[in-house]
């Protein structure tokens, strides 16, 4: 996820997918899907929403999504960085890893596949990295690092404080290896020490957990820090003068590194409360990584799907109502009003769907032309 202005550049240089990743692409969409719609399902239920199997899709509401959507997503987008077929059972063992959740089997059999998953991720993460060594592919391996302690914590049964920084490096980690992944430029090394500081931060802030005084503050203080990155090198107002595409995903990327900086200063301020603990990861869930997702979706979804899908402006409303929704989240939340949390639980699934039918109805019906090259591009 690099800056807007270097989106196109960076997708040129990208190889063509592997032949071999056009079998597992459904499958691990639908899987996707399924973790996706099951964890928003089970947060509406924690907010006092009835929904069928919302008892257990909420005590798995954060496995499900950070786990089983997010996780699944990146270690895809890694074995087809690795090219290798072997690399492919990371997303196949996380998405393995929510059917058994959902299913209802033993939680050490879904907790143990993405612990699996993981340990194939770190040895994708370390081939790529010994292809073409760099901070940014340094930063993927200690994301794989990061997931790997997580799922472990969490398959040893550890409360969800103590693997819940892990898990949150494994996004964090990539979407800063992507942004020094662009071309070099004056002050890159500046830039990477103080990235590789910021990832220090976390896993320092990850080890003492994010509901004790230290580690909150120390993860705080490096989302801080990347937050402070992004601002500086992702967005111009250039990229904010831009028309169509370009500056829907610019704005994405702005309001979504704003999010990131403000759950790390309610990380500082809360030093570890329960308050400060919980907002934050909501907070960089949807204000951060779904707010990135909306930027780079028309970017992404022609990879996938291998249909074109056309910008339109409506799509600014579902973005405006994601924000506007964890605005009143954040509101709910410190003033201690329940019903406005559950509703502006309600807005964000609304502004998620609302997004989701705008780029269905943006997609083509026929595949795009220039075949694997448009592919390729898109990705």
């Known amino acids: 996820m690099a800056s807007t202005s270097e989106t196109d550049q960076g997708a040129r240089r990208m190889p063509a997918r592997p032949a071999f990743e056009a079998h597992w692409r459904r499958p691990l969409l639908l899987l996707c899907l399924l973790a996706l719609v099951s964890g928003l399902s089970g947060g509406l239920s924690l907010l006092g929403w009835p929904l069928p199997a919302g008892e257990t899709h909420g ?12 996780g699944t997503l990146l270690a895809w987008k890694r074995a087809l960085d690795a090219g290798d077929r072997w690399a492919l059972l990371a997303p196949a063992l996380s998405g393995g890893g929510t059917l058994a959740l959902l299913a209802g089997m033993p939680l050490a059999l879904g907790a143990g596949a993405f612990v699996l998953s993981a340990a194939v991720l770190c040895l994708a993460a370390f081939v790529i990295m010994l292809r073409e060594p760099s901070v940014s592919t340094a930063l993927v391996e200690l994301a794989a690092i990061s997931w790997l302690v997580g799922n472990l914590s969490w398959f040893l049964g550890n409360p ?10 494994l ?39 994010l509901v004790s005084e ?105 973005l405006a109502a994601l924000h506007l929704s964890l605005a009143v989240r954040v509101a709910g939340e410190v003033a201690g009003w329940p019903d406005l949390r559950a509703w502006s639980g309600l807005a964000t699934l609304m502004a998620l769907t609302g997004f989701a039918l705008c780029v269905l109805a943006a997609a083509s019906a026929k595949r795009s032309p220039g075949g694997a090259a448009r592919i390729a591009m898109a990705r």
């Open 59 to 70: 005590a798995l509401h954060g496995p499900l999504l950070i786990c089983g959507l997010f």
């Open 160 to 169: 969800a404080a103590d693997h819940a920084g892990w898990w949150l490096i």
């Open 171 to 209: 996004f964090v980690l990539n979407v800063a290896s992507e942004r020094m992944a662009g071309p070099g430029a004056k002050g890159q090394a500046l830039r990477e020490v103080a990235v590789l500081f910021a990832a220090g931060l976390l896993l320092s802030g990850a080890q003492n957990g």
């Open 214 to 318: 230290n580690g909150a503050i120390l993860f705080g203080l490096g989302l801080l820090t990347l937050a402070g990155l992004f601002l500086h090198q992702d967005v111009t107002e250039r990229d904010l003068r831009r028309s169509g595409r370009a500056r829907f995903a610019a704005l994405s990327m702005l309001l979504g590194n704003l999010w990131l900086g403000i759950a790390g200063a309610v990380l500082v301020a809360q030093s570890g409360g329960a308050l400060g603990y919980g907002l934050s990861l909501h907070v960089l869930l949807i204000g951060f990584l779904f707010s990135l997702g909306f930027g780079h979706a028309l970017i992404i979804m022609p990879a996938v799907s291998r249909r074109r899908v056309i910008y339109r402006p409506l799509m600014y409303l579902p």
